[in-house]
């Protein structure tokens, strides 16, 4: 299984980014996918889900009203819009499928660098 996150980069505040994961070696559609992130210093954190049918999201309240998760399933991809960037986002970004049988996570992506200059 592999999960290939990109899209990450140097954004000026205010800026946007998108996040891309492409999944392989899995039956996408049987995943949630979720997006978190760990910025210097700190845990990481939950950022954004969407199911495996993609009827249901769900945000942390950082990046509610700025972040939209999507998923194209035809395409085996994940995606993370995210508008009006912060520092505080400034962060690399993970990408994690999880049968909804199971709490935790079973794969993870290796990470996108965002850096948010201000």
């Known amino acids: 299984v592999q999960l290939q996150a990109c899209g990450g980069g140097l954004v000026q505040t205010g800026g946007s980014l998108k996040l891309s994961c492409a999944a392989s070696?899995?039956?996408?559609?049987?995943?949630?996918m979720s997006w978190f992130r760990q910025a210097p210093g700190k845990e990481r954190e939950f950022v954004a889900s969407?199911?495996?049918?993609?009827?249901?999201?769900d945000y942390a309240d950082s990046g509610k009203g700025r972040f939209t998760i999507s998923r194209d399933s035809a395409k085996n991809t994940l995606y993370l819009q995210m508008n009006s960037l912060k520092a505080d986002d400034t962060a690399v970004y993970y990408c994690?499928?999880?049968?909804?049988?199971?709490?935790?996570?079973?794969?993870w992506g290796q990470g996108t660098q965002v850096t948010v200059s201000s």
């Open positions: 994690a499928a999880k049968l909804r049988a199971t709490q935790a996570p079973n794969y």
């Open positions: 969407i199911s495996a049918s993609g009827s249901r999201t």
């Open positions: 070696g899995l039956t996408f559609t049987w995943y949630d």
